[in-house]
């Protein structure tokens, strides 16, 4: 009798070892424990630098996802400044595009900072960007954010604003 309940002991804990341990999932790597709980996967991106929007596509533009160099010229001119970092970015369009957003000519002070880039899985890239609105100036000015995202994050453009402080 000893024994039987002795037995049944140790085979009730290996039990309960055993499934406690198949319910405790290792994940390789982030992405397989966001895939699984249905969570976008981020993607990096680079803001770029040092250009303007040419005053013949103002109000024109309809496309935010620019994927080759003559597109992007059609649309952009750049302006190099004096001091470090003066250069406009560079874009490599063979391995990378660019995602637009361009607001209307305002005279307020308006900064467009990116907070995140993500691929929901489902053909979608959901790029969310903040705006920050300050004084009013003398002069107009066009609010413009580019990115830059390698081709290997492909997919249609989904383009959410939140507005900051």
Known sequence: MNKTKTTALILGALFFAFHL????KE????????????LPDPIPFKVAHGY??????KGKITESKVETQAQFDKIFSSAAVMGEDGLPTKI??????VIAVVKPDTQKETNLIP????????????????????KIHSYISSPLLLIIVDKDHNGNIVINEKFVR
């Open 21 to 24: 341990n198949a319910q405790k």
């Open 92 to 97: 490599d369009f063979t391995k990378q595009y």
């Open 115 to 134: 907070l995140s880039l993500q691929d929901n899985r489902d053909g979608k890239i959901i790029f969310t960007y903040g705006v920050k609105l300050g």
């Open 52 to 57: 303007f929007i040419n005053y013949s596509v």
């Open 27 to 38: 994940f390789k790597n982030d992405s397989e424990k966001r895939k699984l709980q249905h």
